[in-house]
């Protein structure tokens, strides 16, 4: 029998407050699931039936895409994979965008162009010295957190993605040491300036990491994800875990119901991960409240290892 | 070589007296990095150092540290670099509270409850036995920022007389030998996490090794040898300047040394270029 700990007891008496209450079928944040069994051309394909399949009308409009850069190791996945940044450039492109900016605050190398370069983006994306934002030294404003669940009441955040009409979060599927996943709402650490709070953002760790990710939630503006999960991380992510070929894109509007889906894909009860509990206001981490499309679950899944730590999120039949 | 850079200073001084990072406000980061590379500027060129000192002063709050910029009210670890921009210019007085702000400021790690709770439940991955400095008030002290507080109180070290500036040096540096990368260098700081070494990164291993000048060269030779090798390979002015500012602070420079392959160069990077290259 597995040891029961604080942390798993009350993740599992949170996860079912947080299940209890399904939204109505008008509310069901609905999540696509597309197959993508490699980073080659038929990307932008996908990307566009995820584009059309949204009716993303994006005429006229500001538009930041939030990739996941961290740093850069060739031994293993840690950053979402430039091709699937291009493929939502030119998906955003031809949806009418006028200003798409690829912008990020990478946590823990403050030179962002190193880890970008290395990363493969100056080579995979035409034109990204034009494109790029650098989050951790761009203008900013204070915002106020309402009903805050960490130690903070406010954060500075970008003036470009306050002011953005949509917000694109590009994560790459990984398992998360401390949080046991990374996706799309983790990925909004990268939003939160450096040259303010340092290389890494301690004030959100110290502040609680998965009561922040639910703070930033709440802040961001209209916003959509497209999670790279063709190639995650599994193991001791978000760094130093192993490359994990997963062959799939998973997308949507509703945070929550996007990271809840990648979770159970990576064999991982959404549940049991607090931030997305705090996040999850509606409900939609109970698999009958999302309208998923595309691939089932089923089709897709595909166990990602786990830390021993964090084994108890298993996702059992 | 440095002509250009000056003049790259010049003509991105923004009208409050402050630079910015390539786009936007005036950050106290880069005019504070822009005001320690003027002391070699030529002549000839005209850069306006006292509207960069009001600047800077613009940004002191009242606990006696500075902001990063006129839009946030909390003083961070940018207070070194402001005590020793003002320093270096002949601005500071040597009972300026900014003195005991740094030395008052360490990681929230170290404090006896911290490190009381890291040894019971026995999570200590990172040594917590040394005081760096943090990046923020009440959260852990980092490479870079401990760093950069240890080149400003070294800088200090003879025009302020303060008991508690040697042990915190002293401190300071512990800190950083404590958090060194398997592979010799220095990452954020978080060289060993969770089983798990982490690598290194040529920017911070060139801020330590400059921070660390003084320091017996006996257990540095790893570091030495990394930082030359990064150095062939390096790409932004950034990284580069660091590494040449380490490696001279330990005399281990070499005479011939890879030109840095800049994409752009925004006001901060130019200044530690201008240090990497001007300082004797």
Known sequence: MKPITRRTLFAATAGTAACSNPPSTAEKPQVQILKAPSYGQELFETVRRIFSHAKLDLRGKRVILKPNLVEFDPRTAINTHPMVVHAVLEAARASGATDIRIAEAPGHRRISWDVAEAAGYFSEIPGFTKLFTDLNTADFREVNIPSPHSG??????????LGADLLISIPKLKTHHWVGATLSLKNMFGIVPGAIYGWPKNVLHWAGI?????????????HFCIVDGVTGMEGNGPIQGTPKQAGVL?????????????ARIMHLNPAMIRYLQLAATNGQLEEGAIIQTGETIASVATPFALLPRFEPFRLRP | MLEPAFRHLAVSQN??????????????EPTAYALLACRHRPASIPIHTNKAILFLESLRLPDGGWSPHPGVRNSTWVTCLALHALHVNGRLSSDDPAIRWLLQSSGAESTWVSRLRSWLVSSGSQNTSFDGWPWYVDTAAWVAPTAASLIALQSLAHFVVDPRIGPRIHQGREFLLARRCADGGWNHGSNRALGYDGDSYPETTGMALAALQGTPSSGLQTAYQLALQQLKTVRSVEAWSWLVMGLRAHKILPEQIPEPRPRFMDPRETALFILAVAAP
């Open chain 1, 152 to 161: 903070l009441k406010s954060l500075h955040l970008p003036t470009s993605v």
């Open chain 1, 250 to 262: 998973i997308a949507g509007h509703d945070m929550p119901a996007v990271d809840a889906t990648c």
């Open chain 1, 210 to 222: 998965d009561e922040s990710i639910a703070d930033i939630h709440k802040l961001l503006p209209p």
């Open chain 2, 15 to 28: 009208s409050d007296g402050g630079w910015n990072f390539g786009t936007g406000s005036s950050w106290l």
